[in-house]
Each structure stands twice: as structure tokens, then as C-alpha cells.
């Protein structure tokens, strides 16, 4: 090329340069001037930054000593890679295979075609890595590797108390259990820089408008001692092996103020890794299954009559040898029994026995006694989705509804109300309201933003009455009984058996069943009411059989870790051995 044509080359050009930079110079000024002011405000509005300041979840921690974390916040990484950059370089495979190195998890080959992509600028290569895997890549440099901060919710228990706390789901929002009951409480208050940035998208840090500091979640403590829970989730993992149900469930919950110690479900999950289970595992049956109790209902039946004076523990009731025709309808027992005691009908389990003494109550003071007694109305536990059971209106009560409602057929039932009754009566006659959470304070412990103390719900029945059925479950552990297998040695255990009947297209199943006990200890001075629930087991299905071993394992053992003191020994009458 002569120098001429050089110098045409280099006119053309710089008048080519020339002519764009007048023609952005026109539209600036076009714009600042005469431009339409949603114009100029898009401008402005793109060079504006508004940066979010990271907030971190509250921690949640137990009742036991010392305490210990349930739920926390856990800072991680997440591994990225700039494709067009690493091909710059001429060292994808040995990226990938240094990557596959550090995280075994990943496929150096699979790798390697994603970071052939010429067009991409972004890869993310694995989330949610420790800060030590990530200390070990930054030391390698790779070319076009980085990663960014992320803040994972953890359950370092795994599994255990899965229920009650419930999981945070991808988009950080508690989605079940108190995650969810406390997210406003728990999520804390992300802070905002507020400035402006660069062509790159960069802060300009001297030209920053305005800095508001994030507030962190607030922490929670909990009523749950995470020993005790422990020995509820192994016995039940027992009566999964031992009996196949469908499910499992058991609560327990300290008599004088209603705190709830602990509660487990059976199939339970990982919160950490939610997205593996299914609506049923994540289910708390605990307080949202609603179920037709059986004969654990006859403690309410023979509470009220005793309560109202119709009935004493040593009135007779002729339970008519097993078979009794009321109404057109027959009732009968698993054994046949002639005449009674209240107190005998109670410890046998006498559905005709039961009936007779609902009956002679009346049906408008037993429907008042089963409102008192807080069954059909939610408990108000601090954890989303409690049922509050069915009992219809005394103005639906067929004539043979009362019969029926005495051996707990025609109402149902949660396992917290059935829990809330027993503790009621060994907590001479005040029904305390249940709680999970101790108290929550702000992240640097020292604000309490809220706290739980025993609040009683009602006081349903008279002390006295409270002794005395105290007395007579006594007797349902004792030989004779139907909870035998719930004893526990050198105590005296209360309680009682539950055999229901599930329904299965509208009639009454004869190989589904609904087995559970209910009970507290010591009888003499109550510190816990516990009950154990077993849905469907085989091919054993008694309440007895079933879920009272279960009780007596747990309650065992929750004696010795709690260190209670044992019953004393019965008295003997002056002149008998």
C-alpha cells in the first residue's frame, strides 16, 4: 500500500471516529436537555446501587445443660467458574480435573464439557461448600475459579426433632415447624448499601448515599431437653421394628407447667435435605393428626360423672356379662364382666361400663365436660398446623351418641388433648396450656423479645375429683389392669389403655386399630405425663400390648435422667403381714 493510500485509510477512519463520537455527544446532550424525563431517570436509576447487606437466622437451642444447638446458620461457598476465561488460558481439563480432585462429588469429564462452553461467563460448579474445601481451591489459583459466600441452615441432629423444628426451603423461608411459627422472629432484618457504581457495575465507595446496618434473627431456646428426646425417638424406632405401623407418635410434658419435653414422630426426615421427603414424613402427628381415641376417652366419661357426684368409685355397674342391647343397638365387651365398680370399670376397660356411666351423667353435662375439657378447640401450642378435633354439637347427638362417646367412639381426638387431660387430673384439676418455646432473645441475648411462662387454660375439675381418679388409673397398671406392661418399677404409674377402632369407609375396621396409653408418674407426686400413640400396628394392636411398653421404656428412663425420686412404699394395716 503507497503512503497515500495510508493516509486516505487513516482520514477515513478517524473521521469514521469522529463522526460517532459527535453523534453520542449530540444524544447526551439530547438526552440532558430535551430528553423525556423517564429517560433521563433510567439513566440515573442503572447508575444507582442498592446492595443488600447479608442477614444471618437466628440460632435454635434446647432445654438441656449445657444447651445445645438445634438450628443454626452455617456460612459456606459456592464454587463458580468463568468458562471463556479458563479457555483462554488452554487449561480446561486440568481445571476440571484439579476441581473433581477437591470435590470428589463432581465428574472431571462432565466437568470439562461444561467449562467448553466459548459463550458462558458463568458456571456455578457446587454449592453449599465448606470454608475449608474452599481455602484448599483458592490455594491452587485457578484461572477463572472463585467462588461467593452463601449462608445454609444446618441441623447438626439430623433427623432428631425434625418435626417440631420444622426446615428454611430454598428461597431461606421457614416452611414447617416453629421455621415457619417464628420466621418473623427468626429471619432478622437484612441491611442495604445504597450508592453508586461504575460501567462495570462496580461501588463507587466515595460516592456511597446512605449505609443501614442488617439486624440478625432472634435466637430461640426451647422447653425440649434433647436427652429426653432421645429416648423417645429410639423406643420408638423400636415399635417400628417390633410391630410394623403405619406410623408413631409420643409427647412428653412436664405436669406442673405445661412445657413440652419432648415430641417425636414416626416416619420422621432430614430437615437438612427436606427436598427427599414426602407431606406424610414431614407431618407432625403429634398435634395434627386427628384419630378416635378408644378407650383412653373413658377417662373423661368417668372424670365428669365423679366430678358431678353421680358416680363414686365404689358404685356398682352391672356391665350385663359382655352383651347389652341399648336403643335398638348392641354394646359389647372383649370380656364378659357381671357387676363392677367404677373404680373396676375403669381398670378393666369396660365399654358397657363406661356407657352405663355416661348415660347417668346425661348428655348436656358430659358435651360441657368435653368442652371444659378443652376436646373439639385448639390447645394453642406454639407450632403451626394443631387440629383441634371433632365433637359435634349436642344438638347432632343421636340417642345412642353418649354410649358410643364414652369408649371414645364418635369424637376425635389429637394426642396433645388426650396428653392435656391426663396432666390435668395429676395436676390436681388445672388444665396448664402446652409450649415448645422457652423464650426468644435478640441474637446478642441480652433483649427477650418473648417469653413463655405456665399459663393455666381452665380448672375443669375439682382437686379432690383429681385425687380420686389419680387413684384408679393407679390401679389400671397394677395386676388386674389392662396397662400392666406400662408399670415401672418403684413407681406408681397412672394411666390408661386405648384400643380404637379405625374407620375405613365409613364403618368401623376389625383389623385397623388406633392403640395408645396415656398416663403420668410418680402417682403420688406427678412430674410428667407422657402418651404413646401406634397407628395401624400388626399383627398385635391392643393398646396394652402395643404402645404400653412403649410408655414404660421412656418413662423409665426419663425417671433416672431427671433423677425424680421413687414412690414410696404402700402402707401396711397395723396386724397384716
Known amino acids: 500500500m503507497t503512503e497515500t493510500g495510508r493516509r486516505v485509510r487513516l482520514l477515513l477512519v478517524t473521521a469514521a471516529l469522529g463522526l460517532a463520537l459527535t453523534g453520542l455527544v449530540v444524544q447526551l446532550v439530547h438526552l440532558h436537555l430535551w430528553g423525556k424525563p423517564e429517560q433521563r431517570e433510567n439513566v440515573v436509576q442503572d447508575r444507582i446501587l442498592h446492595e443488600p447487606i447479608r442477614v444471618h437466622r437466628g440460632m435454635i437451642v434446647d432445654n438441656s445443660t449445657p444447651s445445645m444447638i438445634v438450628a443454626i446458620d452455617w456460612p459456606c461457598v459456592d464454587v463458580c467458574a468463568d468458562p471463556k476465561l479458563i479457555q483462554l488460558t488452554n487449561r480446561v481439563p486440568q481445571v476440571a480435573r484439579e476441581l473433581a480432585r477437591i470435590l470428589p462429588e463432581l465428574d472431571a469429564l462432565a466437568l470439562e464439557k461444561r467449562l467448553r462452553l466459548p459463550d458462558r461467563r458463568f458456571e456455578r460448579v457446587a454449592q453449599q461448600v465448606t470454608t475449608n474445601v474452599a481455602a484448599q481451591l483458592a490455594s491452587l489459583k485457578l484461572p477463572g475459579v472463585f467462588t461467593t459466600p452463601v449462608v445454609v441452615r444446618r441441623y447438626p441432629q439430623g433427623a432428631t426433632l425434625c418435626h417440631v423444628l420444622g426446615y428454611v426451603n430454598a428461597e431461606g423461608v421457614g416452611s414447617a415447624g416453629l421455621e415457619q411459627s417464628l420466621e418473623s422472629l427468626l429471619r432478622g432484618k437484612p441491611g442495604e448499601i445504597v450508592g453508586f457504581r461504575d460501567g462495570r457495575r462496580h461501588e463507587l465507595t466515595d460516592r456511597r448515599i446512605a449505609e443501614t446496618a442488617a439486624t440478625n434473627g432472634a435466637d430461640v431456646a426451647l422447653t425440649i431437653d434433647q436427652q429426653l428426646q432421645f429416648m423417645v425417638e429410639r423406643a420408638l424406632d423400636t415399635v417400628m421394628e417390633r410391630h410394623h405401623p403405619d406410623a408413631a ?10 412445657e413440652i419435653l419432648a415430641m417425636a414422630c414416626r416416619p420422621n426426615y432430614d430437615p437438612n435435605n427436606f427436598r427427599a421427603s414426602t407431606d406424610l414424613q414431614r407431618m407432625n402427628r403429634a398435634i395434627a393428626n386427628i384419630y378416635e381415641p378408644g378407650s383412653t376417652f373413658k377417662v373423661a366419661t368417668i372424670v365428669a360423672a365423679l366430678d358431678q357426684g353421680v358416680v363414686t368409685p365404689e358404685t356398682p355397674v352391672d356391665c350385663e356379662n359382655g352383651r347389652w342391647w341399648y336403643q335398638g343397638k348392641v354394646l359389647r365387651d372383649t370380656h364378659s364382666y357381671g357387676v363392677l365398680s367404677v373404680a373396676d370399670v375403669l381398670q378393666k376397660s369396660s365399654n358397657i361400663g363406661a ?37 359435634h354439637p349436642l344438638a347432632e347427638w343421636s340417642s345412642i351418641s353418649s354410649s358410643r362417646i364414652a369408649m371414645g367412639q364418635g369424637v376425635a381426638v389429637t394426642s396433645l388433648q388426650m396428653l392435656g387431660l391426663i396432666c390435668c387430673i ?30 393455666v387454660l381452665a380448672n375443669p375439675i375439682k382437686a379432690a375429683t ?28 397412672a394411666g390408661k389403655t386405648g384400643t380404637g377402632q379405625k374407620v375405613i369407609g365409613g364403618n368401623y375396621s376389625e383389623t385397623d386399630y388406633m392403640s395408645s396409653f396415656v398416663g403420668f408418674l410418680p402417682a403420688d407426686k406427678p412430674e410428667i405425663g407422657l402418651i404413646v400413640v401406634v397407628d395401624n400396628p400388626q399383627p398385635l394392636h391392643t393398646g396394652g400390648m402395643v404402645a404400653a411398653p412403649a410408655f414404660s421404656e ?3 428412663q426419663a425417671m433416672r435422667y431427671l433423677d425424680v425420686p421413687k414412690s414410696p412404699p404402700p402402707l401396711v394395716m397395723a396386724g397384716r403381714p
Open 355 to 391: 356407657a352405663k356411666i355416661a348415660i347417668v351423667l346425661g348428655n348436656a353435662q358430659l358435651a360441657a365436660y368435653l368442652k371444659a375439657l378443652h376436646f373439639g378447640h385448639r390447645l394453642g401450642i406454639d407450632l403451626p398446623g394443631e387440629e383441634g378435633g371433632i365433637v
Open 249 to 258: 407418635w409420643a409427647i412428653v410434658e412436664r405436669v406442673k407447667t405445661g
Open 466 to 493: 383429681a385425687v380420686m381418679m389419680r387413684e384408679m388409673l393407679v390401679r389400671v397398671t397394677e395386676p388386674g389392669g389392662t396397662g400392666l406392661r406400662a408399670a415401672v418399677p418403684g413407681y406408681r404409674v
Open 554 to 556: 421412656i418413662a423409665e
Open 426 to 455: 395429676a395436676n390436681g384439676g388445672a388444665y396448664m396450656k402446652p409450649y415448645v418455646v422457652r423464650n426468644v432473645t435478640a441474637d446478642d441475648g441480652n433483649k427477650v423479645r418473648r417469653e413463655n411462662r405456665p399459663c
